[in-house]
Structures are given as structure tokens and as C-alpha cells.
């Protein structure tokens, strides 16, 4: 039996604005996205028994229409009217969990592409992007990935210049905040403080590394850290550690310091492991635009 193999990598947000909250209660933001190779592994097969059934090596993670690659799958089958079929999603989570890197997001971005080769529908990735907005304003994002402003609720996106090669430490301390608590917090009319985004956008144009990461700015941490100190923290490690700058990716409380020097990236990604701050940490690199692939 054909079993289809695939990564869904995580992103780091290098710079988010929110400019206002919709009538609808979303909020409009602005976002630079970079995929990072950071990923989960999902396996997917066609089974005997009818339906669909997920299993992951993280035991606190929902299996039924609750994890978001039972809802891709099934928003693909049931289109297609193929419900009698069985499929078995087999997730090996790496991307920490609700961590502001769009962990399910990516998983169901790998999802939709597995179930789309795996029972032959032959839907365009365009299509493909179509149906991933319905699961998660960022899953279309993690069907193109690489280097893009994110507009809209973050489904509009436009590809930008590569992010110039550097090292990215990402570290999550041992806690988990839910993105809904931080936009609830946040007084989208009262930010002072946006952002350059079209700063960034000029940077990457220029493929200037420095100039990028000074230009960096999330308007989230305004809620997350004075509710969480130890994101401070760990900013501030890597930023005594060389880092050229460091930030919260998206909700939180991931934090992700930027390096042009591997050596000191190597050297505060030991320091951290061993300071107690942090319960995941990664030392890795920019992801680069390629449509998401098999392996
Ligand atoms: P974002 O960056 O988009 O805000 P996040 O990193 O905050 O995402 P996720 O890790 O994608 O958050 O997921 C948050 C919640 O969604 C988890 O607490 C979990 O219960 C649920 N969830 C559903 N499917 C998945 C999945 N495949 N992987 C991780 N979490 C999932």
C-alpha cells in the first residue's frame, strides 16, 4: 500500500502589525512570513476501514475533527464525495504547540496536499489555498511558503525576495498561550508603536540582513510580555548572546533570535538549553520558496 510522506514546516513572523479589528471580531494584520525547517512528519495512507483516523506521538492532541488534519482531509473527501474511503494520518509533532508558529496550520496545509495526491483530485494548489482558508487564516501561507507579506485575516499574500541566509535560534519557554487570549487583549486602536514593515519589505529587496532584522516589531508582545516575563528573558539572552535582533514569533510565546554568526547562535543555543527558560529550542535556518514536496 502507497504511503505518502511529507514535512509541514513551521513559520517565524519577522514582522506583524495589526491594523485594526473587523466588524466580524478578526483582525487586519500585516505580516512578513518566513518558513523555518523546522517540521512534523505526516505520514498518509489509504486504510479498509471507512473514515478518517489520525494518530500523533503527542497524546494531549485532539484525533478527531478537532485536529486540523481530520478537518483537511474531510473537507477534501466530502467534497469529492469520496466519505467511504479510509485514510490513516499519521502526525510526528516537532513544531512546538500552540507556540505562534502555525504548527496545525502547517499540518494541514501537508494534509491537504497528501489527501489531494492520494486520491487523485488533482486540485491546482490555487485550489488547494481556496480550501485551506476555510481550515486556518494561515494555512495558505504553509501551502506556499518561503518569504511573504501576509494581509488580510493573513490569506492575502504576496511572495517576497528570500530572506539573506542566517541562523535562527527559536526557543519556547514552558508555557502555552492561546492566540485567542492575545488578540482579546489587544487594543487594536491604541498601538503607538507599528511595526516597519515596509521597512522590512525594503530590506529584503536589498538583501540586507542587518537592516531587516533591526527593522523587526511584533505589536503581540505589547499583550504577552508583561504577561509572560520569561519571554523578556529570553529575549534578552540572545540578545546578549550576539543575537542581531530577537522577537516573539506571532501569539507566542515562542521567542526567535536572528544570527549572521553560526558560532554564537551554536553557543546561546547551549546556554539556553542549559538556563531552564526554555522547553523546546532549535537552531535552524530560513526555508526557501519551493512548493511543498514529498520527503
Ligand atoms: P498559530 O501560530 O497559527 O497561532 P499556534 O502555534 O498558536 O498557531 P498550534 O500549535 O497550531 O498553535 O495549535 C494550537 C491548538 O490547536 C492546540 O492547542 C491543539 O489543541 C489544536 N490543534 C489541532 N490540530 C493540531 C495539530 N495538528 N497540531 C497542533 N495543534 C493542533
Do not use: W
Not at 32 to 52: S, Y
Not at 147 to 156: F, H, Q, V, Y
Amino acid at each position: 500500500m502507497k504511503i505518502l510522506e511529507l514535512r509541514a514546516m513551521a513559520k517565524i513572523n519577522l514582522g506583524l502589525d495589526v491594523l485594526r479589528k473587523r466588524e466580524d471580531g478578526y483582525h487586519e494584520v500585516r505580516m512578513i512570513m518566513q518558513t523555518v525547517r523546522i517540521f512534523d512528519r505526516l505520514r498518509i495512507q489509504r486504510i479498509r476501514e471507512t473514515g478518517i483516523k489520525v494518530r500523533t506521538n503527542l497524546n494531549y492532541l485532539p484525533v478527531d475533527e478537532n485536529n486540523l488534519v481530520y478537518r483537511a482531509a474531510s473537507l477534501l473527501m466530502k467534497e469529492a464525495g469520496m466519505e467511504e474511503e479510509g485514510i490513516l494520518i499519521e502526525l510526528e509533532k516537532h513544531i512546538p504547540v500552540a507556540a505562534g508558529m502555525a504548527g496545525g496550520s502547517a499540518d494541514a496545509a501537508a494534509a491537504l496536499i497528501g489527501v489531494n495526491r492520494l486520491l487523485g483530485l488533482r486540485l491546482s494548489m490555487g485550489e488547494l489555498m481556496q480550501r485551506g482558508v476555510r481550515i486556518g487564516a494561515d494555512v495558505p501561507y504553509c501551502l506556499m511558503r518561503g518569504t511573504a507579506l501576509a494581509e488580510g485575516i493573513g490569506e492575502k499574500l504576496s511572495v517576497l525576495p528570500p530572506c539573506p541566509p542566517c541562523h535562527i535560534l527559536v526557543a519556547k519557554p514552558r508555557i502555552s498561550v492561546s492566540t485567542k487570549f492575545v488578540y482579546n487583549n489587544l487594543k487594536a486602536d491604541e498601538i503607538s508603536q507599528h511595526p516597519d514593515i515596509d521597512g522590512q519589505i525594503a530590506a529584503l529587496e536589498q538583501g540586507d540582513l542587518r537592516e531587516l532584522a533591526k527593522s523587526m516589531g511584533n505589536v503581540l508582545e505589547t499583550v504577552t510580555v508583561p504577561a509572560y516575563p520569561v519571554i523578556d528573558k529570553i529575549k534578552k539572552a540572545m540578545l546578549q548572546g550576539g543575537a542581531l535582533n530577537a522577537m516573539m514569533s506571532g501569539s507566542g510565546p515562542t521567542v526567535f533570535g536572528i544570527f549572521d554568526d553560526e558560532r554564537a547562535g551554536r553557543q546561546c543555543f547551549y546556554r539556553l538549553k542549559g538556563s531552564g527558560l526554555v522547553q523546546q529550542i532549535y537552531l535552524t535556518q530560513p526555508f526557501q520558496n519551493k512548493a511543498l514536496q514529498e520527503g
